[in-house]
């Protein structure tokens, strides 16, 4: 059964930073690539940044040079390094495996419980 458990949202000021960590397991196969999401407020899910099996990494234009995505392998953690955060930042932040592609929008099917990151001025 696949679960997926992200940690490490909280309330931080603007251009600050955060660090999101996700847990996943029950997979039957490697994942093609690994995602992060985030559903602001009044707004869709959204894919912001990806890093596949091969090691490349793709953002949204929303978090590029900002964000940085990595996985220890050893481990099976999924991060996310969040700097100079935006008050726009603020949201419910999610991880998935073969989901969260940037720049497209998900609803339905299992997802964890999020992790809440909020940026104040």
């Known amino acids: 059964q696949v679960q997926l458990v992200e940690s490490g949202g909280g309330s931080v000021q603007a251009v600050g930073s955060l660090r999101l960590s996700c847990v996943a397991s029950g997979y039957t196969h490697s994942p093609y690539y690994m995602g992060w999401c985030r559903q602001g407020p009044g707004k869709e899910r959204e894919g912001i940044a990806a890093l596949d099996m091969d090691g490349r990494k793709t953002y949204a234009d929303s978090v590029k040079g900002r964000f940085t995505i990595s996985q220890d392998n050893a481990r099976n953690i999924l991060y996310l390094h969040m700097n100079s955060l935006k008050a726009e930042d603020t949201a419910m932040y999610y991880c998935?495996?073969?989901?969260?592609?940037?720049?497209?929008?998900?609803?339905?099917?299992?997802w964890g419980q999020g992790t809440q990151v909020t940026v104040s001025l």
């Open positions: 998935a495996a073969e989901r969260c592609w940037p720049g497209s929008t998900y609803s339905g099917g299992y």
